[in-house]
């Protein structure tokens, strides 16, 4: 069955509206930013991944108060060390 360019972009649009209901809010903040919300957890969890096509990144999450945020730097982050890191394959943002 085919739906066309404007059946698709629906489906698309619907699919990503999905996924933000799933994951619920995702905070897109700046690195250092990122790193003042880890400041205010203890032990925090964050999930790394390695990212980029032509230019490599280091996309990072972690949830504080019912929020995820997410980061993304051309550089990795000096995390502190009582951070507990699970890297992943992938991290991929809806939107």
């Known amino acids: ?10 489906a698309r649009a619907a699919a990503i509206a999905q ?3 799933a994951s619920g ?5 700046e690195p250092q930013d990122f790193e003042t919300v880890l400041s205010r957890s203890s032990k925090p969890l964050v999930i790394i991944s390695e990212g980029g096509f ?16 997410f980061a993304k730097s051309p550089v990795p982050l ?5 951070v507990e890191l ?3 394959k ?6």
């Open 1 to 10: 069955m085919s739906y066309g360019a404007g059946g698709a972009a629906a």
């Open 19 to 21: 996924a933000i209901k």
């Open 25 to 29: 809010a995702i905070v897109h903040v």
């Open 54 to 69: 032509l230019k490599r990144n280091y996309q990072y999450l972690t949830a504080y108060k019912g929020l995820v945020f």
């Open 78 to 82: 000096q995390l502190r060390g009582d």
């Open 86 to 88: 699970i890297t992943a």
């Open 90 to 95: 992938k991290i991929w943002i809806p939107g």
